[in-house]
């Protein structure tokens, strides 16, 4: 319950006197203007297939080794400092941002084509009771607002949870999550164009579980709209 009261008070009241990331009063925005330093937009080059940036404006490395199963990606953040800290404070009881964010994806998602309909990843119930709340839920409403993309809600649900993922290779992050998601509104899904938003790409394990679901379910095409992802780095060999 401790995570749903601290949602509700910080859905309920105003949460715009003080910086999101450093505390300090603003009263006029949410980002004092030392903290907005921080954050870097993705708005320069980025690949073409799953919007990481990279350093040049062609298909990354790793879309040309293994293409994603979703159609075009899109990110609005650079995941690291500002956008990192925000982030976790999304998953963290702070509900709130998620009007920030959709803010930002509302116009990242105008470089894609017309969806028919939005759908999130999913959380085990398990999971939401003890969060209060699926973070890619609201960022999918608030979105959907911005939008006037409908929202599918539990078109994909999640059927058991999964082990922390944070140290685990894409590999490893893909034997995770297999048996972990099913369509449950296939119907609704089939011959569609659907927008999947989630708030970090970061291996794009989780993406490519979830649209595998969707386009067996019969899915025309899937796209991504995340908040944030990580930059694509070549690995340095020896």
């Known amino acids: ?8 008070s910080e859905t309920l009241f105003p949460n715009n006197f003080t ?10 925005t949410n980002i ?49 400092d500002g956008a990192a800290v925000l982030i976790k404070k999304f998953k963290n009881g702070n509900g709130y941002l998620k009007e920030y964010f959709a803010d930002l994806l509302a116009e990242k998602v105008k470089q894609l084509p017309l969806a028919d309909c939005i759908v999130y990843v999913p959380m085990t119930e398990k999971a939401v009771i003890k969060r209060g709340y699926n973070q890619g839920e609201l960022l999918a409403k608030s979105l959907s607002v911005r939008s006037s993309i409908p929202v599918l809600k539990n078109a994909v649900v999640k059927v058991k949870d999964t082990s922390e993922q944070k140290s685990l290779s894409q590999k490893e992050r893909l034997k995770n999550l297999k048996g972990c998601f099913s369509v449950k509104k296939r119907n609704e899904v089939n011959d569609k164009n659907i927008l999947l938003v989630d708030d970090v790409l970061t291996t794009g394990a989780t993406a490519e579980t979830v649209c595998r679901k969707l386009l067996k ?3 025309a095409h899937v796209y991504l709209a995340t908040v944030a992802s990580v930059e694509f780095k070549l690995e340095k060999k020896d």
């Open 1 to 8: 319950m401790k995570g749903l009261g601290k949602f509700l």
């Open 19 to 28: 910086c999101d990331i450093c505390g300090i009063e603003t009263f006029e």
């Open 32 to 80: 004092c203007d030392e903290c907005l330093k921080t954050i870097e937009f993705n708005n320069k080059t980025t690949c073409p297939v799953c919007g990481r940036k990279t350093v040049r404006a062609e298909i990354c490395y790793e879309c040309k080794a293994r293409a994603p199963l979703f159609k075009k990606g899109v990110s609005a953040l650079i995941y690291r």
């Open 217 to 219: 379910a019969g899915a």
